[in-house]
């Protein structure tokens, strides 16, 4: 293709845009102030004849292309050109849905038309066409690490959708904890009774299955690479290793019990007849469907008590303060064993609260029938006294503290996941909190240490700059985007499943297990075509960065939620693109601005909010900047314009791909331009994210916490740059957000750098 | 089963609930209940029990069968069905109530002076008697009875409606004296202490 540039800009006149704005000036500002070769105005660009014209101006040579329509989130079918570079000014959503139609308001609303016409003439001389990353690699192939319940499931899976599996277990055989259990909670019809856990028939499965290849004994000593292109060391426990070249990576490292030896005043350790649940299992797989023999002197129990939430959702330290959501299922399916096998054996269940999800009221309801009896109380103590034990608790629905004999005593604990090494711990997430963290000398270890037992071990020993295994998010579970985005990673192309990620019975693992298989397979084909993976799935453009300018502050590297950047020996960034996500966090942090995408860069959005036709201090016509989230806050305000809310004509609103990859150059440019205000609207962060990008609203936030200092020495107002959390139904609260900036705008004066 | 008592029932465990899944009617439900208190909150007396429903179902699964059995809680249910309509698992709460009740004075250990109780053993002898409910014996055995001062003073206050219920022929003026009973009563009688003998045979009473 010919490097020239060439630029056609079409401006359309349906949906009342022709009405509404001066089309013809519109026109002339794309031709002189644009300067863009071909400038046409259409009745209704998006039919079939509309986009046949640009398509033909694209076929004698047109490469730069200026929609000036409705929002880029619309029409996205027909306005979908191939080897062309293209913005679009949004002119429907954004200007004549959000303003009055009124002969007052006319002049104001082409204003802000023929300033958005302006950027988008601006933009596109900074922007290049996104060719697929050359360095991309296109193995098939799929790593399951871990062969319980969720590994087998994806394994199967994966296989049964056409793709070659490595499946790779620490033990000698394949089922995990499931192999342990004598019975499962039912998944089906009328979730009455346990059943069978069906692990043989999938353990028979996968050896009949010719796309899967199983590695016992084994674990993965070296993982390095990128989506396409992974390579793994696999190390058998005798020492042999062997490197496979994989496309992606599925965690499926389950979990370990809680250790049940921290709740000694719960009787566990002082008499064998207190077990934990995985120990009930290994009585009732010994018992066979017979009676249940307690452990100390082999007597048929004859009562049995259930501990739930047995050192769980506890502020206690060395407890686990969460809910591992499959325990009350399981002491419920475990007190049918002893009433299945004789009615007449009294099983009590103690909870607080019971939890039963999914269709685990059904059985929680037949259990009631089978006459297990569940008693609201509080459980402070396990004594022994005699040859039984008893349960002192405080009855929460009489109130009075009572006590219950049992011959055996079973605890609900927890599950611990195993998500390997916690980076974080030793690894902030910015270099700003480097410099937080030693002037108070505070590491960012987690004061809520709740896990009862430490996992040191890692579980991929990824060779990334950023740590051997997956960030943690809370608890030690690996952080995996648990609000949108269930199996994503901060690693592209691994992909989290199972209680690693939260905690969760057979069926939810099943579910989550098939999930992550088909994200790693999307993964897999994205990585392949060298296009991006999720959330900017297909996007071809990738970061470019100009070594000759590199200053090796590292923030690039330390900053980049998804460890795609590495450091060279010589201190430069090496950049992973195929482990890329494309938000530009980089891009943002980086204060000598040297890396940019192709249509998305430093300049893109400089050129945009420069060209803005600023009117001088005595107009009365203030300007307001708003960069927004394209992921949640450019479609909230587009569903403002749509559902016909109103906001300010004085604001002019760039979408940027996250709040991570808004430079601090961009609020000083606005600030010298003489924007009055600039707001930043970008997703929640903090435990509770809804970053699409993990960190990049929450660096946003901490690079925006300095720009005070910044605009005080200028003699601005520090009220001038705000930081907005902003959700995708916050479409009453935004155009809200608008206006109130223009109060503040009257309250603090205008910008006094306007003009210069 | 009747001479067990609190001491040698063991708490939570199920004696006392077969117990009354044996003997109480509908009691073979109070198993089902899974303590979510919308009957405690659903009843309008609901502050003059001691225990509300949810709380007597949990004494029976913790075993308090004195408790329970000597309780005038159940003894406080005016019938009017809110539970019944409001429990998430169906239970027939006012009838487990009522045959709570039932069952402690069968077993003679239900509150003695518990009005409700009283109220309910002068309907009881009066429709037995002659197989009809006299209103003007069962108005004035009600009125008097706690004493002869609180019956007269009581009397007096109801002759209004007294009156008026004559007039609309609601009340039968010579009711002290006659009874306009069934023909067969006898056979009602019979029939009666048939039932007795075979429930009393099945629930192991005398």
Redesign the interface.
């Known amino acids: 293709m010919s490097d020239e540039k060439k630029t056609a800009a079409y401006i359309c006149k349906g949906c009342g845009l022709g009405d509404r704005l001066d089309c013809t000036e519109l026109t002339t500002i794309a031709e002189k102030e644009g300067k863009a070769e071909i400038v046409r105005e259409h009745e209704f660009l998006c039919n079939a004849d509309g986009v046949a014209m640009i398509q033909k101006d694209i076929d004698e040579g047109a490469n730069r292309i200026i929609i000036n329509a409705c929002s880029r989130r619309a029409k996205t079918e027909a306005f979908n050109f191939e080897n062309v570079a293209m913005t679009r000014a949004n002119l429907r959503e954004g200007v004549i849905w959000s303003q009055p139609d009124t002969d007052d308001a006319r002049e104001t609303t082409q204003e802000m038309a023929a300033d958005y016409v302006r950027m988008a003439c601006a933009e596109i001389k900074f922007m290049s066409i996104p060719e697929e990353n050359p360095e991309h690699g296109s193995n098939k192939r799929l790593l399951v690490v871990g062969g319980g319940i969720s590994g087998m499931t994806s394994a199967i899976e994966a296989a049964r959708a056409g793709y070659e599996v490595i499946l790779v277990e620490k033990t000698g055989t394949l089922g995990g904890m499931a192999a342990q259990l004598y019975k499962r909670v039912p998944d089906h019809e009328d979730y009455a009774d346990p059943q069978d856990t069906g692990v043989p028939e999938m353990i028979a499965e996968i050896g009949a299955d010719g796309l899967i290849t199983v590695k016992l004994d084994s674990t993965i000593t070296r993982t390095s690479g990128a989506p396409g292109q992974f390579s793994v060391d696999i190390t058998k426990e005798s020492g042999v290793t062997e490197t496979e070249n994989v496309g992606a990576i599925i965690q499926a490292s389950g979990f370990t019990n809680y250790d049940a030896n921290n709740l000694p005043h719960l009787g566990y350790g002082k008499s064998p007849d207190v077990v934990d649940q995985a120990g009930l299992e290994a009585l009732a797989r010994a018992a066979d469907g017979g009676a249940i023999k307690r452990p100390s002197d082999g007597k048929e129990v004859t009562s049995v008590a259930f501990i739930q939430c047995a050192g769980q959702r506890s502020s206690k330290k060395g407890e686990l303060s969460y809910c591992s959501g499959h325990c009350c299922n399981t002491s419920i399916k475990q007190a049918m064993y002893f009433k299945d096998a004789n009615p007449d054996v009294d099983a009590t269940i103690i909870y607080t609260d019971l939890r039963t999800p999914g269709n685990g009221e059904d059985f929680y309801r037949s259990a009631q029938k089978k006459r297990v009896i569940f008693t609201k109380g509080e459980v402070s103590e396990v004594t022994t006294s005699g040859d039984e034990l008893e349960v002192k608790f405080n009855d929460l629905i009489l109130n009075e503290d009572t006590a219950m004999n049992a011959d055996l005593v079973v605890l609900a604990t927890g599950q611990v996941p195993n998500s390997g090494v916690n980076i974080e711990a030793a690894t902030p997430v910015s270099v700003d909190e480097v410099e937080a963290a030693a002037e108070a000398d505070e590491s960012r270890i987690n004061t809520e240490v709740d896990t009862g037992t430490v996992q040191e071990v890692s579980v991929l020993n990824l060779t990334y700059r950023q740590g051997k295994d997956l960030p943690h998010l809370r608890h030690g579970f690996s952080d995996s985007h648990f609000i949108c985005f269930p199996y994503e990673t901060r690693r592209t192309g691994i992909y989290t499943t199972g209680p690693v990620r939260r905690p969760m019975d057979i069926a939810q693992a099943k579910e989550d297990a098939t999930g992550a298989a088909l994200k790693a397979i999307q993964a897999i084909e994205n990585s392949s075509l060298g296009r991006a993976a999720h959330p900017r799935s297909g996007d071809l453009s990738y970061p470019d960065f100009r070594k000759e300018n590199c200053t090796q502050c590292k923030r690039c590297t330390v900053e980049c939620p998804f460890g795609a950047i590495d450091e060279t020996e010589d201190g430069y960034p090496l950049f992973n693109e195929s482990r890329c996500r494309r938000c530009g966090t980089c891009m943002g942090a980086c204060p000598v601005r040297i890396i940019s995408f192709a249509n998305y860069s430093v300049d893109t959005v400089g050129a945009q909010l420069k060209a803005v036709d600023m009117p001088d201090e005595f107009d009365e016509k203030p300007r307001m900047l708003v960069l927004a989230c394209e992921n949640d806050a450019y479609p909230a305000i587009d569903m403002a314009g749509m559902n016909g809310k109103r906001y300010s004509p004085y604001v002019r609103i760039v979408p940027v791909r996250c709040l991570g990859s808004v430079n601090t150059i961009w609020i000083s440019d606005a600030m010298n331009s003489g924007y009055d205000m600039v707001m930043l609207m970008g997703c929640k962060h903090g435990d509770d994210y809804q970053c699409h990008f993990v960190k990049g609203s929450e660096l946003a936030n901490i690079r925006m916490s300095k720009i005070g200092d910044t605009l005080q020495t200028l003699n601005l107002e520090p009220e001038r740059v705000v930081d907005y959390e902003v959700a995708i139904t916050d479409i009453d609260r935004i155009p809200q957000l608008i206006n109130d900036a223009a109060e503040i705008i009257e309250n603090i004066g205008m910008n006094p750098f306007k003009g210069f | 089963m009747r001479d067990k008592n609190a001491e040698t029932m063991?708490?939570?465990?199920?004696d006392f609930?077969r117990e009354v899944e044996a003997n109480v009617e509908e009691g073979d439900w109070v198993?089902?209940c899974?303590?979510c208190g919308v009957c405690a909150g659903s009843c309008p007396l609901g502050d003059a029990w001691e225990h509300s429903p949810?709380?007597i179902f949990?004494?029976i699964?913790?075993g308090k069968r004195e408790e329970v059995l000597t309780s005038d809680s159940m003894w406080m249910c005016t019938s009017c069905y809110n539970c019944i309509v409001r429990c998430p698992?169906e239970l027939p709460i006012t009838h487990i109530m009522h045959g709570l009740a039932n069952y402690a004075h069968r077993l003679g250990i239900a509150p003695k002076m518990n009005p409700t109780r009283r109220f309910a053993k002068l309907f009881w002898n009066n429709i037995v008697k002659t197989g009809r409910v006299n209103e003007l014996k069962l108005s004035i055995s009600l009125y008097f009875m706690d004493g002869f001062t609180n019956g007269v003073k009581t009397s007096l206050e109801m002759t209004g409606m007294g009156l008026g219920m004559l007039k609309t022929g609601r009340l039968d003026a010579m009711g002290l004296l006659r009874s306009h009973g069934i023909k067969d009563k006898s056979g009602l009688h019979k029939a009666l202490k048939k039932a007795r003998e075979i429930e009393d045979a099945r629930k192991g009473l005398s």
Do not use: S, V
Not at chain 2, 10 to 14: D, G, I, S
């Open positions: 063991q708490k939570y465990h199920n609930l198993h089902m899974m303590q949810q709380k949990m004494m699964r913790a698992r």
